[in-house]
């Protein structure tokens, strides 16, 4: 019977575009596959490692705008694009992380908020290289065997498979030495230490991996969208994010995909409430963490007190501030 | 000029360190990053917006009223939709991303009650001016700083020396012995956030005062760099709040004047963000022991 | 495992519920739907809401006169909350679903700018009433907008810094966003080119900056005898009266973002003898604009900004359109281009080629706390 119903789920997704959908519903399909991206690779970083981030739009800008200004500028094809803002978002994730994850819970969030911002702030100014607030039109759609993408359908594909490798390499993670380490140094990173394990090494790994993820999906929104400004990339969309992977469910990979796509898609359903929209949203964090708070998907008990150093009822030993 | 973007700077840098008092009030005893505390800033200017001019109240008692009513607001807000996680031991993550969720339910509240053009505001200040060496200071700008000064100085007294002071100082070292010692949690917490959101009005109103206009987006930055004023300070020490906020607001002027206006906040968090890393128990604060 | 089928099972149905609904048989004839897409909640929202105000008073005239040969219009409100992503998934939706006819929209260039393409290639009409970003009406020849550009207005003020004010030496603060961007350099070409010279040229961010006494302390050392603003009232409020906080005594001139009653509430007596360009001010004499500012003062209390008048013209336009072809899109894309000395509260309109409009602006200046003609 389950079998019969994960078919029938791979089928629809596979031939969605077929269903007789329409091209808006395609599109929102599109959209949640880019944060299913998004939601994925910063669960690796904040539910899985630990390190609860507000800077992951920044990676995801630095993503789409390496990627246009390399198509823009010096007519690299997409694909050439996207590598290079993979490798782009994955250095900066080095350079950011190594400094900023020795700190703990409240700092470094602090930390990646300000990040993110330095970054927007940048993009804006630096209007040379950016053409700040005036943004970059005409982005070029991707080309395979010659031919550019014509309408949603390549692109939905392209998506998938992005989508469905991001998820593959989270996987894998998890079930590694590396994904066996980081719940450790979750669960209690002192602990960890004292066992032979480097903390700061598995943190920046989980993080850059988190960075060069949410750059490909950069890549491929600012080649979807054709075009592209500093407003997309702000500290709203890294908590918008990160309110996806909490609703789903952190630590869990199936509630980083499901925090991802009804978060797409509820704003939509939700717009004949125009005017109260984001007033809904709003409660419905603040139901959701009364209700559910281990997300919708999450693991019972919740156990992730360590994020930031919340004392648990039955330890008795103290943890330092934050 | 020098003098006057210092003073530029120092006047910017009071109004921060002004919302940052009570920001650091609240993060040091309850550990908790109050994502709420830019939007109930600006719902405590609105609410005194109301009294003044709609209702048309005195100054002095819509000033006491409002930030009266945004401290029960506050309280009310602990209640509702904090206090149950406390209780269940939720991870801190929860509670802050239920901060953010109040956040916009507020700012959107507000928004859809009062529209979200911006207002002008109205002000006891009139362009009275002092002259400190050559340069021109309105009154405003030094009441300002005083009355930053006085209030730190008074929530500092508060916090040494009457009971709920100590209470308070109990909780924010280990809350469960404070439990055990007799102190009830619940009430400090709600306490604390009483005193957090009357002090977000306090500095919502006078900030508005100095700008002579409100809206409903002014909660955002203004939370945010009390939030870079507390940690750079010190997490937890009052006079850190003080003095983070008066550093950000220099540096943040000079930045603008003589570099380039459009990297002023950037400025502000890269300062923020290499203290941290050099010394993340801010300037004034205590290093902390990490114990197995 | 379960709970996993159980809320992807969830997804999926919404999904398809949400196909169906979208897909809404509408009966033709008898209803025309014009879509507004603006921001009606944000930091812009006030713009988006004065667009709807305006765009529903003229829809219930027209109505009330019979609507377009017997039918009436209907007005759908979308809000993209000035957000590209917003933007496009609305533009997606309406395309699709084609009981609409046209879009007026979007506020904001950035929301324009994204959603444009998708406009484009599904053929519907995008409308904006103010959208100045210089490359917007080349995305597509369905894209319109209803607004001088910047390209326009800059060099008019331009014009009217150095030979009308005769001023030559002038310092600039601009907001640092595209319309920002291209006022300045435009007014800067003009200026220059008309002999004057430019002290200092200083950005800041919108929405964020509050506080410009760094800046306006370094421009007063400069001793500029105009200083130039090019930003929306709420910003220049602030502006004004930091100015004159800091004892900064010079004359000031901004585009037509300024013509806001609101600039003379916040900035009060800092806004004296302010000079700014517009295409509307609620004074003007002319029949059709008192009119309608009577009847908009009549239905909401207030009187219109320049947003509702633009937009008020907007609705007008397009009806025309609709009134020579009908609803097929692409015959209301085409009429809509050829429309000349078209007669609205926002003075005389035509599209140019590239389905710009040029309108002449006069010049006014606040005088005792009202708007009045500038001498």
Not at chain 2, 6 to 14: A, E, F, P, W
Not at chain 2, 75 to 81: F, G, I, R, Y
Request: contains cysteine; glycine residues 10%; positive net charge.
């Amino acid at each position: 019977m389950n079998k019969l119903v994960i078919l029938l789920l791979f089928l629809i997704i596979i031939l969605l575009p077929f269903l007789g959908i329409g091209d808006y519903i395609l599109r929102i399909a599109i959209m949640a596959g880019i944060y299913i991206i998004l939601a994925s690779s910063l669960n690796l970083v904040t539910g899985i490692a630990g390190q609860v981030s507000l800077g992951h739009a920044a990676f995801y800008g630095i993503g789409a705008y390496t990627s246009a200004l390399l198509s823009l500028k010096l007519g690299v094809s997409f694909w050439g694009a996207m590598v290079a803002a993979a490798l782009v978002a994955g250095v900066m994730g080095f350079v950011i992380g190594l400094p900023s994850l020795r700190l703990k819970g409240g700092y470094l969030v602090i930390t990646t908020l300000g990040f993110n911002e330095i970054v927007r702030l940048i993009l804006i100014n630096w209007d040379s290289l950016t053409r700040g607030p005036m943004g970059l039109p005409g982005i070029p759609a991707p080309s395979m065997f010659g031919r550019a993408f014509q309408s949603n359908v390549p692109y939905y594909y392209l998506i998938l498979a992005l989508a469905a490798i991001t998820l593959f390499i989270i996987y894998s993670i998890l079930n590694s030495r590396i994904g066996r380490n980081l719940l450790a140094i979750r669960e209690d990173d002192v602990a960890a230490e004292a066992m032979g394990i480097n903390p700061s090494r598995y943190k920046v790994t989980a993080f850059v991996i988190g960075a060069v993820l949410a750059g490909i999906a950069g890549s491929f929104y600012a080649h979807f969208v054709s075009y592209i400004d500093p407003q997309s990339f702000s500290f709203d969309e890294s908590v918008t994010i990160l309110s996806m992977v909490v609703l789903g469910g952190m630590g869990s990979m199936a509630g980083a995909i499901l925090g991802a796509v009804l978060m797409v898609a509820l704003p939509e359903l939700l717009r004949f409430l125009v005017q109260y929209r984001m007033l809904i949203y709003g409660l419905v964090l603040v139901v959701m963490m009364l209700v559910r708070p281990m997300g919708i998907l999450g693991k019972v008990p919740f156990d992730l007190n360590f994020v930031l150093g919340a004392k648990r009822p039955d330890r008795t030993r103290e943890r330092g501030a934050g | 000029m020098f003098l006057q973007q210092l003073v530029n700077g120092i006047t910017l840098g009071s109004t921060y360190a002004l919302t940052a008092i009570g920001y650091t009030l609240v993060f040091g005893i309850l550990e908790l990053i109050n994502f709420s505390h830019g939007s109930v800033y600006m719902a405590g200017a609105f609410i005194f917006y109301i009294l003044a001019t709609q209702l048309k109240m005195n100054f002095i008692a819509a000033f006491a009223l409002s930030a009266a009513m945004t401290g029960m607001l506050g309280l009310v807000l602990e209640k509702m939709a904090l206090k149950p996680l406390r209780k269940k031991g939720a991870a801190k993550i929860t509670a802050l991303i239920s901060t953010i969720g109040i956040s916009i339910i507020l700012q959107n509240g507000v928004m859809l009650l009062m529209g979200s053009e911006t207002k002008g505001f109205p002000s006891v200040f009139q362009g009275r001016y002092f002259n400190v060496f050559g340069t021109d200071v309105a009154f405003i700008q030094v009441f300002i700083l005083l009355f930053s000064l006085v209030l730190m100085l008074a929530l500092s007294y508060l916090i040494k020396s009457t009971r709920m002071g100590k209470a308070m100082r109990a909780t924010a070292q280990n809350s469960e012995a404070a439990a055990l010692m007799g102190i009830s949690i619940d009430s400090v917490v709600s306490f604390t956030f009483f005193l957090g959101s009357f002090m977000a009005a306090v500095s919502g109103i006078l900030v508005g005062m100095y700008y002579k206009s409100i809206d409903p987006g002014i909660g955002y930055l203004a939370g945010l760099k009390a939030f870079s004023a507390a940690v750079l300070g010190g997490i937890g020490v009052l006079p850190g709040a003080m003095l983070g906020g008066i550093l950000i607001g220099i540096s943040e002027i000079l930045a603008a004047g003589y570099i380039h206006p459009g990297y002023r906040d950037a400025v502000a968090f890269a300062i923020l963000i290499l203290m941290l890393i050099i010394k993340p128990g801010g300037l004034l604060g205590k290093p902390t022991q990490r114990k197995v | 495992m379960k709970r996993i089928f159980m809320s992807i099972v969830l997804v999926v149905i919404m999904l398809v519920t949400s196909a169906c609904s979208s897909r809404e048989a509408s009966a033709p004839g008898k209803e025309i739907y014009i879509a507004l897409a603006a921001p009606l909640t944000g930091d812009y929202a006030q713009y988006g809401e004065s667009f709807k105000k305006a765009i529903d008073l003229h829809v219930k005239a027209i109505n009330e006169k019979g609507g377009v040969k017997g039918a009436l219009i209907k007005i759908e409100a979308f809000d993209d909350k000035n957000d590209a992503k917003e933007a496009t998934n609305i533009a997606q939706k309406l395309v699709s679903d084609k009981k609409f006819v046209a879009v007026i929209g979007h506020f904001g260039s950035t929301p324009s700018m994204a959603a444009a393409p998708v406009y484009q290639k599904g053929g519907l009409v995008e409308f904006s009433p103010t959208s100045s970003h210089p490359e917007f009406t080349s995305q597509g020849i369905y894209m319109f907008r209803n607004v001088n550009t910047q390209a326009v207005e800059g060099p008019i003020l331009g014009e009217v810094a150095v030979n009308k004010l005769k001023k030559n030496k002038i310092a600039v603060i601009y907001i640092n966003n595209d319309w920002g961007l291209v006022t300045k350099d435009k007014f800067i070409e003009k200026a220059e080119a008309l002999g004057a010279s430019i002290v200092a040229s200083e950005p800041f961010i919108g929405g964020q900056t509050k506080d410009f006494t760094p800046t306006l302390t370094k421009i007063k050392e400069l001793e500029p005898d105009l200083l130039f603003i090019a930003a929306m009232y709420s910003d220049t409020g602030l502006i004004l009266q930091q100015a004159k906080q800091l004892k900064l005594e010079v004359p000031i001139l901004g585009p037509s973002s300024l013509n806001n009653a609101q600039l003379i509430t916040m900035a009060g007596e800092a806004a004296e003898g302010v000079y700014l360009t517009s295409n509307f001010f609620p004074e003007d004499p002319n029949s059709i604009v008192k009119g309608f500012v009577e009847e908009y003062k009549k239905a909401y209390g207030v009187e219109p900004d320049q947003f509702a008048a633009v937009a008020y013209d907007t609705l007008g336009m397009l009806v025309k359109a609709i009134e020579t072809a009908g609803t097929d899109r692409k015959a209301i894309r085409d009429a809509l281009a050829q429309i000349k000395d078209y007669e609205g509260v926002t003075g005389k309109t035509s599209f140019d080629e590239n389905r710009d409009v040029q309108k002449a602006m006069v010049t006014l200046q606040i005088r005792d706390g009202k708007f009045v003609l500038g001498d």
